[in-house]
């Protein structure tokens, strides 16, 4: 049995949902690495468009989505919510377990649906070329699609780990005509210093997020696109919760909890916070954050000013983190692999308005071998977190008896992971925890800020 529930395209949202004056207080102010005082639009200008700027800073609750970013979402929008029957069968639970697919979209997860109108606010600007990061591949690929829907060049600096545990997300993101280099890299001050320090050095977000931003900022014809983290990330990213409510609408459901893996946070922000606007006003759901044990952001991190780069180029933000020049393992679920976390997130967090939790990477391949034999996707590594945590709540209603309606969002699928599942199923997957020590180091760095 397979319960699939569909929209159709005249029902992709017409506006992105902009949580801020949702949110439990003020915003905290982001500020100018090199004065230390709040950013203004000037200092944006750099490496945003004013378009983007402006969605960044906006007060206003909904924002109208450009037509022709719709006519691009429907490529893959609206995505499908699907009841997982079999997966509650496999469990034995009087849970009801539901879970929003964005593998449906052509580079295969939720990333599309920030890169599209990113590149498509860029080209209205007349930007030739943009440079970003990416650690698992999933930004990286999606906005090199972007790019070449609209006729721009795209520069990606790929985790030097994840390059080489993914090496077919690089051939992905060349196909769309990107230029993909491995970072740390000799091609920017940045990458040269770690590499002068430390020439083995495997890279993290935080270092491939410094290269871009000093590539964008370094020619005149180049803007900087994030894949997270970001206000307005997490804006373009609210089509998900948005549909997802439409659908349990036609289901005659609602979730109990709404389930998220969290890295940056563009991915939880994406399915909760239509939902977080709810609780707001006065309905009970839960909304659950999904991290791994190796970079516990909000379960182990402070709730600090922080860079959002190892090079301190980038923004200093106020958000849970475990210091900007933490180094995580390199796991599999290399997007999940960030220092810090969204300040919207992060201030939900801190106020009690949503939950955390961690898992190693070996329970969450568990988790996603039992749903690939059950549903028959195959989940991504970033997306297993929150598969995790969702059949640990179906289990928990067995043990309690109780009935509970459980949504997930399986933000991508894991078909270039397969090197990750190779080494579970023989065994070779390590379970890293990352030591409190190490966490406290890096958090006696923290900008001194306020």
Aim: hydrophobic residues 40%; negative net charge.
């Amino acid at each position: 049995m397979n319960t699939k529930i569909m929209l159709n395209e005249d029902q992709i949202p017409k506006q992105w949902y902009n949580i801020i004056p949702d949110m439990p207080g003020p915003l905290a102010p982001v500020i100018n690495p090199r004065t230390l005082k709040p950013v203004t639009p000037e200092d944006m200008l750099a490496i945003f468009p004013l378009s983007i700027i402006e969605q960044e800073m906006s007060p206003q609750r909904w924002i109208d989505i450009p037509d022709e970013v719709r006519e691009i979402y429907k490529l893959w929008r609206p995505s499908p919510l699907y009841r997982a029957h079999r997966l509650e069968q496999a469990l034995g639970t009087p849970a009801k377990i539901y879970y929003k697919y964005e593998g449906v979209s052509p580079a295969g997860s939720h990333k599309p649906n920030s890169a599209i109108p990113q590149a498509w606010y860029n080209k209205q600007a007349g930007i030739r070329r943009l440079a970003t990061e990416t650690g698992a591949g999933q930004w990286g690929s999606s906005l090199a699609l972007a790019c070449s829907m609209f006729g721009l060049e795209c520069t990606v600096y790929m985790v030097k780990v994840s390059c080489s545990q993914k090496p077919y997300r690089k051939s992905m993101m060349q196909l769309w005509g990107a230029n993909v280099i491995p970072s740390p890299s000799e091609f920017t001050n940045a990458g040269r210093a770690i590499l002068a320090h430390d020439p083995d050095n495997m890279g993290s977000l935080g270092i491939a997020i410094s290269e871009a931003v000093e590539d964008a900022a370094s020619h005149a014809d180049t803007n900087y696109a994030l894949g997270s983290v970001l206000n307005h990330v997490c804006l373009h990213q609210t089509v998900i919760g948005q549909e997802a409510k439409e659908q349990m609408k036609i289901a005659g459901d609602y979730p109990d909890v709404v389930i998220a893996c969290c890295g940056g946070g563009s991915n939880f922000a994406g399915l909760t916070f239509p939902f977080i606007a709810d609780r707001a006003a006065g309905k009970k759901v839960r909304c659950l954050a999904v991290e791994p044990a190796s970079c516990p952001t909000l379960t182990k991190g402070i709730y600090a000013f922080d860079y959002g780069d190892t090079a301190k180029m980038a923004p200093i933000s106020m958000m849970y983190t475990l210091g900007h020049d933490f180094m995580p393992p390199g796991i599999h679920a290399g997007g999940l692999r960030y220092h810090g976390d969204s300040p919207l997130v992060s201030q939900l967090y801190h106020a009690g308005e949503i939950e955390a939790k961690s898992y190693k990477q070996n329970a969450c391949f568990e988790g996603a071998v039992l749903f690939a034999r059950s549903e028959g996707i195959v989940p991504a590594p970033e997306s297993s977190h929150a598969l995790r945590a969702a059949i640990d709540e179906a289990v928990l209603a067995k043990e309690e008896g109780k009935e509970k309606t459980i949504l997930f969002g399986l933000s991508g699928h894991g078909q270039l992971d397969m090197g990750a599942y190779d080494a579970y199923l023989s065994g070779a997957l390590e379970d890293y925890e990352y030591p409190e020590e190490k966490i406290r180091e890096a958090l006696e760095r923290l900008p001194k800020v306020g």
